[in-house]
């Protein structure tokens, strides 16, 4: 897909199912963390390739959609701060931006933004020293054009990983081209942080490639500080894909994500995908009526290892898959009813040990 070259462009399928996502997360996420013993150092939303804030058919962007959930008056009547850094380099998208910035009707000055001209390279970690951002919760939002986030703006909000920051970096479907062939070392090496990713060349399949540049991402993220990570791929009709990487020092916030992203409405024909998956199977997103098919093939396969208990089905689904904890509840009780593992009794739900099933209980 060609890079858009003017102020504004379409919007695409999973672009909107992106915005949505983004919506349901943030609500969440400002009122959380307002309401928190954070609270008061001020939270910060950043857009680091903010975009001119709409598109041609007059959807709104991410940095509108971000400044909606925090002037919302629950969150602003909290009395903490939250404040918005939208950064653009485009001159034409910035001035655009900031027209229907000044358009949007603010509750009360709790709720602040600061739109800033130039590159995220140059402007980021300014901008929030002057801002006094570092010390309270911070979300980054990086979507740039395909794949260009350099890993030591990442590493930067991670800061360690002893305050409530998170990091969502969009990599287009090239990424995965790109780097599996090594084609463009400076690129890698700038996205990556370091130079282990070059290893890629050393494997033959795509798919052993791909998770290996999964893991080795997430893998960089704990070492910036974001001890809990989530991946997963949006597919639109036209075969378009999003690979999306939330990083969080919080485990709570891996499942306030995944919520906000099984809430994706399926009707916007995008589709859902665990880059994990070998089968790369893509599913429809439901809350009420999740296709668990997946979830219970990645719990056999974890069975493969040995019995587990429900708790810690519960925690690799969370950590380890694209589904939430209650999913994995769910698909044991299928897949027990298919009779494809048994379970013991104990003493809570949690405790039943999960196993696949002996020869003798396949045939009593
Ligand atoms: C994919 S668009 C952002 C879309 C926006 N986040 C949204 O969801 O509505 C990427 C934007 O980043 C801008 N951009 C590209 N490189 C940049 C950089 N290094 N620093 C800041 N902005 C950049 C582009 O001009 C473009 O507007």
């Not at 996502?21 to 857009?47: K, M, P």
């Not at 703006?153 to 920051?165: F, I, R, W, Y």
Request: one cysteine or more; proline letters at 5%; glycine letters at 8%.
């Amino acid at each position: 897909v060609a890079t858009p070259t003017g102020v504004l462009w379409d919007r695409d399928l999973h672009t909107g199912a992106k915005h949505q996502l983004l919506r349901h997360y943030l609500e969440a996420w400002f009122l959380i963390l307002t309401q928190s013993t954070w609270g008061a150092e001020g939270t910060t939303y950043v857009d680091a390739f903010a975009g001119p804030g709409e598109y041609k058919d007059g959807s709104i962007g991410s940095p509108i959609i971000a400044l909606r959930a925090a002037n919302l008056p629950q969150v602003t009547e909290t009395g903490n701060p939250v404040h918005l850094l939208l950064i653009e380099e485009h001159q034409g998208r910035f001035e655009h931006l900031q027209a229907l910035l000044s358009n949007e009707t603010m509750h009360n000055d709790h709720c602040t933004w600061t739109a800033k001209k130039g590159s995220c390279e140059a402007v980021l970690t300014p901008a929030l020293d002057a801002l006094g951002a570092w010390s309270g919760p911070m979300f980054v939002n990086f979507d740039g054009w395909g794949v260009d986030t350099p890993f030591h703006l990442v590493q930067s909000v991670g800061g360690g990983g002893d305050k409530p920051h998170e990091v969502l970096v969009t990599f287009e479907a090239q990424w995965f081209t790109r780097f599996a062939t090594v084609q463009d070392q400076g690129a890698g090496d700038s996205v990556f942080g370091d130079t282990n990713w070059r290893h890629v060349a050393d494997l033959a399949s795509a798919g052993e490639k791909r998770s290996f540049l999964i893991e080795e991402y997430r893998a960089r993220l704990r070492h910036a500080g974001f001890a809990y990570s989530s991946v997963f791929e949006l597919v639109d009709e036209r075969g378009h894909e999003l690979l999306l990487v939330f990083g969080t020092s919080e485990e709570y916030g891996i499942d306030k994500m995944k919520r906000a992203m099984w809430n994706v409405d399926p009707i916007r024909g995008s589709r859902f995908r665990d880059p994990r998956d070998p089968n790369q199977a893509a599913f429809e997103l439901s809350l009420t009526d999740p296709d668990l098919r997946l979830l219970k093939e990645q719990i056999l396969g974890r069975l493969e290892q040995g019995p587990a208990t429900l708790s810690e089905l519960k925690r690799f689904a969370l950590l380890d898959t694209v589904y939430r904890a209650p999913h994995a509840t769910d698909a044991v009780k299928e897949l027990a009813t298919e009779k494809r593992v048994s379970r013991s009794s104990g003493r809570t739900h949690d405790e039943v040990v999960v196993q696949l099933p002996t020869e003798q209980s396949l045939f009593p």
